[in-house]
């Protein structure tokens, strides 16, 4: 049986970034999803633990963002850590316990990647690629069609039987 092609579900940069107010370099952790949605944007719900060399993540889902103006495009989420070591495990779990898992090494001006174990993650080491790329990684809704119903019909009064 062949095997189908598990589309992109979510992508992940990871950059070194630099905090103005914390006077402080860090790394730049940001994940959005794959789907563009065209109604609200989403910011996704992760729960996140650093033990040691590993970073975990675990996506609980999607919650609508405050905001005042409604916008549309993918959910995402954003963190900065400061102070990792050198070298780090990244998990990502989602529903159903399927996890991606790779290894990032982090050197003063460039991060590398390992391969991923789970194809629905995809990773970025530098901005620019994760920006070009995002055509061809992106998931675009199906336009649902738009169904008209046709109006109820009349109902006929009940016929009674005379009785003669």
Same mark, same amino acid.
Do not use: C
């Given at each position: 049986?062949?095997?189908?092609?598990?589309?992109?579900?979510?992508? +992940?940069?990871?950059? *070194?970034?630099?905090?103005? $107010?914390?006077?402080?370099? %860090?790394?730049?952790?940001? +994940? /959005?999803?794959?789907?563009?949605?065209?109604?609200?944007?989403?910011?996704?719900?992760?729960?996140?633990?650093? /033990? #040691?060399?590993?970073?975990?993540? $675990?996506?609980? #889902?999607?919650?609508? *963002?405050?905001?005042?103006?409604?916008?549309? %495009?993918?959910?995402?989420?954003?963190?900065?850590?400061?102070?990792?070591?050198?070298?780090? &495990? =990244?998990?990502?779990?989602?529903? %159903?316990?399927?996890?991606? !898992?790779?290894?990032? @090494? =982090?050197?003063?001006?460039?991060?590398? &990647? #390992?391969?991923?174990?789970?194809?629905?993650?995809?990773?970025?080491?530098?901005?620019? &690629? =994760? /920006?070009?790329?995002?055509? #061809?990684?992106? !998931?675009?809704? /199906?336009?649902?069609?738009?169904?008209?119903?046709? *109006?109820?019909? @009349?109902?006929? *009064?009940?016929?009674?039987?005379?009785?003669?």
């Amino acid at each position: 049986m062949a095997q189908t092609k598990q589309p992109i579900e979510y992508r +992940l940069l990871v950059q *070194p970034t630099y905090d103005e $107010t914390l006077k402080k370099a %860090g790394t730049l952790f940001l +994940l /959005e999803t794959s789907k563009q949605f065209t109604n609200f944007s989403y910011a996704i719900d992760v729960k996140d633990d650093v /033990e #040691g060399n590993n970073v975990v993540w $675990t996506l609980h #889902g999607l919650r609508a *963002p405050s905001m005042n103006m409604p916008s549309t %495009g993918a959910a995402q989420f954003r963190k900065v850590y400061f102070g990792l070591p050198k070298s780090v &495990s =990244f998990t990502l779990v989602k529903k %159903g316990k399927n996890k991606a !898992v790779t290894d990032l @090494k =982090f050197a003063r001006s460039a991060y590398t &990647s #390992g391969r991923s174990v789970s194809a629905f993650l995809k990773i970025y080491t530098d901005e620019r &690629s =994760f /920006e070009e790329n995002r055509a #061809g990684d992106v !998931v675009i809704a /199906e336009l649902k069609p738009d169904l008209h119903r046709e *109006p109820p019909k @009349k109902k006929q *009064p009940p016929q009674t039987k005379r009785r003669t």
